[in-house]
């Protein structure tokens, strides 16, 4: 007690951390159970849906993939590639375009979804904007050479879905994409 | 020959003011000015003294110190004496003023002395912690502090924020956490959160989807991030202290990011229609308010001022992304950055003076700081490395940010100056987008 006494007399401040207080892991929350349900890979709602078609030129989103852990599948159509920080197409693109819109007016019921990508450098939410930009120009473009626009539909991924993983040149380039995924190849009934 | 720093000397320093200043209690007291190579104050931190009966199972005596030498040398301010020169025995000398010899602490070059010890009843603990100035026999401050004992790196924490407090009239922010990204190995980008020491590591989500830029609300209860769990990317909000996790922007929208306001009452977000980002105002509960920017551009990343008046983003509306200062009254905006052709990722120093940014530099990125009025910009990392994404610490002393300059990507923090750059515990996967708490009780 005496030595409680003196640090008393000496103008000691006692402080409780108080536990209802204290910082986020007084409660701290399971995470499995505090955020919503990890969903397995392969049930979530919109493969299902694509599954469904049963038409073997369905593709599945680049995102449905990551969560299966399979590499990105090529569907009938081809992609297109940027340069850095561009999301305008360049003449090897438009033939490529040129080349999707022909397969999408022999295939006239086929949806398709086109995802913008980009390669890891820079900032991830300005990569999301790119790509969006990037699936924007290939939904334009398929529009004026006679795409119907609802039959297309755009996502952006950003950097966060890369096909190559190494930092060089020719695996950005890679990256720098639009992809064509065939969500459904008869009109839903 | 340097010169010996006594107390009062290295005051002056971190305050760049008279020698007769008070530090205590004044706004806008400067820390950063002790130079490259500069004066580091030679400091000891002793183990602690058991005070009780019951055995130190949980080694507190050494944890309590070596949380206070980690926040101490992550600062930068201070010389940590290796305890294996201490000349004292812990357990057998006193804690108190006149109860130890300071000669003991002379001797090895120490001019500052951390003493302290503890009690445990229970899952309790009761620990006094005092800061001495070895040079003038003098003690400078004495605080005791109660906790559970899982609890002592928070108290250790806390010590080392008073000691901060002692040199430079602000306390330190080592009771902070910081919120990022990371792969953790796999191929998933979840949200974590951890101490700047790497404890209390939490993992906020487990969606098995992409997770991205999180940030703190002011309150420090809540962190607010992008989402691909309902397939397309929407803001979420987590609440730390129950868990509970909500989606809070419309179910039709996208929206790529954003961030909560500093007075608690807004989010600006990035929403995305037809290919085009802009900014959005929207209320603190997700509802729309109004654009902030309607433009053909891509318009992302706002970042708030600390008044909660004014906004930073990045724009690309003149052909490349550069930062932009946008008056959220009367939506008018200035472009700030004229140097470099894509500078993103803004972060609005809590002092209010400058801002943070991610630059290129050739084919890498680097941080760097400007001035909210556009001047004196400065390169804060090498391009021998990528270092992106900063965050500034609430006291707008500090700066962490990701890099690659060790592989895989990895927090680090800095001085606002860019000196003293350390790295923090590693997740062992890519650790990206780090947002640094306010300071947490």
């Known amino acids: 007690m005496a030595a409680m006494n003196k640090l008393v007399c000496c103008g000691l401040v006692t402080i409780i951390l108080a536990a209802a207080g204290c910082a986020p892991s007084a409660t701290k929350p399971e995470p499995s159970a505090a955020s919503a349900p990890a969903k397995p890979a392969g049930q979530s709602p919109g493969e299902g849906q694509r599954g469904a078609t049963g038409e073997s030129t369905t593709g599945q989103s680049s995102l449905d993939e990551l969560q299966k852990g399979k590499p990105p599948t090529s569907g009938p159509l081809k992609d297109i590639y940027f340069s850095f920080d561009r999301y305008d197409l360049e003449g090897e693109a438009r033939e490529t375009l040129k080349a999707n819109a022909d397969w999408l007016k022999r295939n006239s019921t086929a949806r398709v979804e086109i995802e913008g990508h980009c390669d890891e450098r820079g900032t991830n939410e300005y990569n999301l904007a790119l790509g969006a930009k990037r699936a924007q120009a290939a939904k334009d473009y398929l529009i004026t050479i006679g795409v119907a626009t609802d039959r297309l539909s755009t996502i952006s991924y950003g950097e966060e879905i890369p096909v190559c993983r190494e930092q060089n040149e020719s695996c950005w380039h890679q990256n720098r994409r639009a992809r064509f995924v065939v969500i459904q190849a008869r009109p839903a009934s | ?441």
């Open chain 2, 1 to 441: 020959m340097m010169a010996k720093i006594s107390f009062a000397v290295l005051l002056l320093i971190l305050n760049h003011g008279p020698a007769n200043a008070q530090p205590k209690g004044e706004t806008g007291v400067r820390g950063e000015i002790v130079g490259q190579g500069g004066l580091k104050f030679p400091i000891a931190v002793s183990p602690l003294k058991n005070l009780g009966t019951t055995a130190d199972v949980g080694k507190l005596s050494e944890g309590i110190a070596d949380t206070i030498v980690y926040d101490l040398d992550l600062s930068g301010w201070f010389k940590v004496l290796d305890r294996a020169a201490y000349i004292e025995n812990p357990q057998k000398s006193g804690v108190a003023l006149g109860s130890f010899d300071f000669k003991d602490w002379s001797t090895i070059g120490a001019e500052g002395l951390v003493k302290g010890g503890f009690t445990i009843q229970g899952d309790e603990v009761t620990v006094e912690l005092r800061l001495f100035d070895v040079f003038q026999n003098k003690e400078r401050v004495g605080k005791r502090y109660v906790g559970r004992v899982k609890d002592y790196r928070r108290i250790a924490h806390k010590f080392a924020d008073e000691i901060i407090n002692q040199f430079t009239g602000v306390p330190g922010i080592f009771n902070t956490r910081i919120a990022y990204v990371s792969t953790s190995g796999g191929r998933f980008k979840e949200i974590h959160i951890a101490h700047l020491d790497g404890s209390e590591k939490f993992q906020l989500t487990n969606n098995h989807t992409i997770n991205l830029s999180p940030s703190w609300t002011a309150d420090g209860k809540s962190v607010l991030y992008t989402s691909y769990k309902d397939r397309n990317s929407s803001l979420y909000l987590f609440e730390l202290y129950s868990g509970k996790e909500a989606k809070i922007t419309p179910r039709n929208g996208r929206y790529l990011g954003g961030k909560a306001s500093p007075d608690g009452q807004f989010i600006a977000a990035t929403v995305e229609t037809g290919g085009n980002s802009n900014i959005i105002l929207l209320d603190r509960n997700g509802n729309v308010i109004r654009s902030l920017t309607e433009s053909p551009s891509i318009e992302v990343s706002p970042a708030w001022s600390p008044d909660s008046k004014q906004l930073v983003f990045v724009s690309d509306r003149t052909g490349s992304p550069q930062l932009y200062v946008l008056d959220v009254a009367s939506n008018k905006s200035r472009r700030l950055t004229y140097s470099g052709n894509y500078n993103t990722s803004p972060e609005w120093s809590p002092r209010g003076d400058r801002v943070a940014y991610t630059g290129r530099v050739g084919n890498r990125f680097a941080i760097f700081t400007i001035g909210v009025d556009g001047g004196e910009l400065r390169k804060l990392t090498a391009e021998s490395a990528d270092s992106e994404d900063p965050t500034w610490s609430p006291d707008g002393r500090f700066i962490a940010f990701s890099s690659n300059r060790a592989g895989k990507y990895h927090l680090y923090v800095m001085q606002a100056s860019g000196e003293n750059q350390r790295r923090l515990t590693g997740s062992g996967g890519d650790d990206t987008k780090p947002s640094w708490s306010p300071r947490l009780e």
